[in-house]
């Protein structure tokens, strides 16, 4: 059993990395490769790699540190300083989109009330991962464009996972979710205010722990504990652990660590995710997309309500900001309609979890990440126009 588990990591985690760099020298995300490959050697081609319990338990491992590093890179400042033009551009770039791409699947495919409504809103979110790669990449992150997409990301995904927990629980624990989201929301904000407020003496603890021990890699892995303790809490009151990671790499940035240890942490972490993490988890989540013949016609169904997705959140998006924004310097309109359009992990992560849940089938899984791989595709095309 552990000769095949290696097997398939290596299988998968090859192919990925070189579908990856392949896509990259195009111009184009790795992901799209990544689930290429995932699909090539899943059971919808050559049948050469399944998915597993073991293989789903590293995938989720990766995914930690994946949207840990996400939040990493970015500041509580950013997201409070921009939190209600965020508000406004998540309608138009999710909210909207959502409803209309929801009439649509609902008229198309034959799947139960609540299937059609997640594979809607899997390919209707806006993914932090795919978002935030498309930031890096275009220089956006210290420029007021950057900061508002990623600032209407955040509170997109998190509004995701709420309606997601709302159909995988009853309604009494959907309370509860909400009341538990609202605690830690507030004890969130005042945990941040209280840690920047005593910046110096969190740093020298966290170089007391380690000069103590005689153990540079102390400071790492009290990060790390503390990203694994609030992604738990978060899994433990309903919502998914990725939220959780989200905010505890939010909470630890540079001036709070100090330098030196906010770049080894970094410098450390990006390997592992673009060597290791991001290519694993994208490689099976492909590998565990299973379309027969008979399904083919839905993906041409699918292509069609992500076109109209995208065309009606870029749209509205566009001249939203358009309008709110007068200034071309603070933030291109373009930029942030195009780049918010984006769609990936979390619509992946959303139908995981609706899987393993039992609220939706194999068929509707896989539908989603040939939709995601189709417009992790398109809208870099879309960004370079």
Partial sequence: MLYYIILQVLLVLVLSLVLGELFSQF?????????AAGLILGPTILNLVRATQETQALSSIALF????????????????????????VTLTSFIIPLITVTLVIFFLFPFSAIEKFIVSLAIAVPSISIVSVMV?????LQEKTGQLILSSVIITDIIAFVVLATFSEAFLETLRLLMFLALFLAVFALVDRFLNNRVIAFRNFLAKASGALKREYVSFTSLVIFGLFISYIFQAIGLS????????GLILHEELIGKETYQNFASVLSIMNNGFFIPLF???????????????TFVGYLILAIIISLVVSITLTYLFVKSVIKEPEEAD?????????GRGAVGIVIVNVALSSGLIGIT???????GTAITSIIIPLLLKR
């Fill in 27 to 35: 111009k184009l995300p790795p992901v799209a490769g990544e689930l």
């Fill in 65 to 88: 540190f994946i949207i840990f590093f996400i939040g990493f890179q970015m500041k509580t400042e950013t997201l409070r300083r921009h939190i209600s033009e965020s508000v406004l």
């Fill in 136 to 140: 890096l990449q275009y220089d956006l």
């Fill in 241 to 248: 652990f990725i939220v959780g990671s989200f905010f505890a």
């Fill in 282 to 296: 994208f490689g099976f989540a492909g590998v565990e997309a299973e379309l027969i013949k008979s399904d083919y």
């Fill in 333 to 341: 309109p373009r930029s942030v309609a195009v780049i918010l359009g």
């Fill in 364 to 370: 509707a899984y896989s539908l989603v990440v040939f």
